[in-house]
Nanobody
Framework: QLQLVESGGGLVQPGGSLRLSCAASGSNFDYYAIGWFRQAPGKKPEGVSCITSGDGSPNYEESVKGRFSISRDNAKNTVYLQMNSLKPEDTAVYFC??????????????????WGRGTQVTVSS
C-alpha cells in the first residue's frame, strides 16, 4: 500500500503558475497509476489528470489541456502537476490518488485505491 501527501498549493494570481507534488511512501510505486482530482466548493469532484504506470503516458481533462502537465519521478516516489495560466475556476482542493495497475492507460474517474488529504489552490487577484 501507499501513503500519499500533497504539497505545493497556495494563493496565486490569475495567469500565474503553481507546481503540486504528490509524495508517496510505500513499496512498488512504479506499478501505480497516479491521478490528480479536485473539488471546488459546492461542486462535484472531477478528475484533472493522470499518469500511467506502464509507460508514463498522461491523460488530461479537457479544460486543463495545454495548461497543466503531469509527470512522475519514480526514483523520488513523486508525481508532479505543473499548472500554468491558472484561472479563478481552477480554485479547488487538489487530491492525488493511486491505482495499483501496471498498465499503459489510466482513468480520470474510477479505480483509485489510495488518496491523500489534499492541498488548497486559490486563484484570485
Amino acid at each position: 500500500q501507499l501513503q500519499l501527501v500533497e504539497s505545493g498549493g497556495g494563493l496565486v494570481q490569475p495567469g500565474g503558475s503553481l507546481r503540486l507534488s504528490c509524495a508517496a511512501s510505500g513499496s512498488n510505486f512504479d506499478y501505480y497509476a497516479i491521478g490528480w482530482f479536485r473539488q471546488a466548493p459546492g461542486k462535484k469532484p472531477e478528475g484533472v489528470s493522470c499518469i500511467t504506470s506502464g509507460d508514463g503516458s498522461p491523460n488530461y481533462e479537457e479544460s486543463v489541456k495545454g495548461r497543466f502537465s503531469i509527470s512522475r519521478d519514480n526514483a523520488k516516489n513523486t508525481v508532479y502537476l505543473q499548472m500554468n495560466s491558472l484561472k479563478p475556476e481552477d480554485t479547488a482542493v487538489y487530491f492525488c490518488a493511486a491505482d495499483f495497475r501496471d498498465s499503459n492507460w489510466c482513468s480520470l474517474s474510477v479505480g483509485y485505491d489510495y488518496w491523500g488529504r489534499g492541498t488548497q489552490v486559490t486563484v484570485s487577484s
